[in-house]
């Protein structure tokens, strides 16, 4: 059965930093597009950090320059270094995998930022 699952999430004060992480487990997802999406209460779901199988990234504008997505294919693993969060980055966190058609979703991890 193939999983993701996030994990780091958490309650931090504005000005703090998060790593979440997020394992997959049921296949290789190093040739696998991963990224990071988020959904804040009451609005859509937008796309946060991607990162292809090549290494290569995209940042979102909105977090460009606090956000860091990397991966560690040994370890099937793919994260999101945040720091200096906003309130505005109040939201849950889903990790995305994708190849061919096959798309993958995780069940999120909460991250609330208090001002």
């Known amino acids: 059965q193939v999983q993701l699952v996030e994990s780091g999430g958490g309650l931090v004060q504005a000005g703090g930093s998060l790593r979440l992480s997020c394992a997959g487990s049921?296949?290789?997802?190093?040739?696998?597009?991963m990224g990071w999406y988020r959904q804040a209460p009451g609005r859509h779901r937008e796309t946060v950090a991607l990162?292809?199988?090549?290494?290569?990234?995209s940042i979102a504008d909105s977090v460009k320059g606090r956000f860091t997505i990397s991966r560690d294919n040994a370890k099937n693993t793919v994260y999101l270094a945040m720091n200096n969060l906003k309130p505005e980055d109040t939201a849950v966190y889903y990790c995305?995998?994708?190849?061919?058609?096959?798309?993958?979703w995780g069940k999120g991890t909460l991250v609330t930022v208090s001002s």
């Open positions: 995305n995998a994708e190849t061919l058609g096959m798309d993958y």
């Open positions: 049921g296949t290789d997802f190093s040739t696998y597009a």
């Open positions: 990162i292809v199988s090549s290494g290569s990234t």
